[in-house]
Each structure stands twice: as structure tokens, then as C-alpha cells.
């Protein structure tokens, strides 16, 4: 890790709530949103993700539902890029693309518009927190299916003792800002 990654990550660190037994017993959740209550940090946070991505040649950047939104548009808008949505299943208008996925407890599905993302389009999919990385897995098939090609991953958060990261690689690289080990 470079200094600045050093000093992004302790920023980060420094302003996150923990809230124990959140949202069941024996999780420490990770809340970030004091991370959005001060304009300076998220400031710090939206410019150290722009430096990570601007080398990566990208087409354009895709949010997940629904905390991918929040760094996410303002990424997308510093790189002049396009931001693209994917979301819940049935809160798309237009024609969709769908993917089941496992949950701890049952399943989900996340869709893309089918006109987001052209073939040879190269993205970054981007969400505030890393966990197990179903979401993200998801996310990829979806950007795949349409032809995309990932150029990676971006969290601001990582919860590293989850593997998520592991269950990524198939996919692309990942980047976050600030991991947890426990």
C-alpha cells in the first residue's frame, strides 16, 4: 500500500460507525454514513477512487443497488463518464437483462437496462462495501452478458475476513479504500 492508500484508509477507518448486533446478534456493522456527513471525507474518498480509475481506459462506470449510488454518480460524472444503473429486480422502466443470485438466506436478482452497456464497453462496477461478493459476482454476469469487459472492482469499504475478493478474481481486479480483517 502506498502512503496516500495509508492515509485514505485511516480516514475512512476514522469515520466509520461500527454499531454492534446490527443487524442481528454478533455482527459489528459498518456504517458509513458519517463518511457522507462530512463534505471533506467523502471529498477525500471520491478523489482517491478517481485516481484509481482514471488510468483504466473505462467507458463508463456501473453502480450497484443501492449503495453503489452514492460515490458512484459523482465518480462517474469526475471522469466524464456515463453511470450506469443496476438494480433491484423491477425497479428498471425499460427492457432488462436478469440474474438470479444466492443470498445467506434465499435469493435475489439484480437487473441492467439491455441498452446500459455496448459490447467492448470496459467498466468499473463500483459499490460502497465488499462482503462475500454475491452482489458483485451478479453485477459482472450482467456487464458480461451484455458484452462488457470489467476492468475492475471498486469498494470503499472491505470486509477481507468474508473473501469476497477471492470470489472475484475470476472476474477482475478490486480495489478498496479501507478493509477489515474481523
Known amino acids: 500500500m502506498s502512503s496516500q492508500s495509508i492515509d485514505i484508509e485511516t480516514l475512512v477507518k476514522a469515520n466509520v460507525r461500527e454499531v454492534a448486533d446490527f443487524p442481528k446478534a454478533g455482527i459489528s456493522f459498518k456504517d458509513i454514513t458519517p463518511l457522507l456527513l462530512d463534505a471533506k471525507v467523502s471529498q477525500q474518498i471520491l478523489t482517491a477512487l478517481i485516481e484509481h480509475a482514471r488510468p483504466l481506459n473505462l467507458s463508463a462506470i456501473v453502480g450497484i443497488d443501492s449503495r453503489g449510488f452514492l460515490f458512484g454518480p459523482s465518480l462517474a460524472r469526475a471522469l466524464g463518464l456515463p453511470f450506469v444503473l443496476i438494480r433491484k429486480k423491477g425497479k428498471l422502466p425499460a427492457d432488462t437483462i436478469q440474474v438470479d443470485y444466492d443470498l445467506e438466506y434465499g435469493t435475489a436478482c439484480l437487473e441492467i437496462h439491455k441498452d446500459a ?15 462475500t461478493g454475491g452482489t ?6 450482467l456487464v458480461q452478458q451484455l458484452g462488457g469487459e470489467i476492468a475492475g472492482f471498486a469498494f470503499v469499504i472491505e470486509l477481507a475476513f468474508l473473501q469476497g475478493r477471492q470470489s472475484l478474481r475470476q472476474y477482475g481486479s478490486c480495489f478498496s479504500l479501507a478493509d477489515y480483517q474481523s
Open 136 to 141: 458483485a459476482i451478479a453485477s459482472a454476469q
Open 117 to 131: 452497456i455496448k459490447a467492448g464497453d470496459r467498466v468499473l462496477i463500483h459499490d460502497d462495501l465488499l462482503a
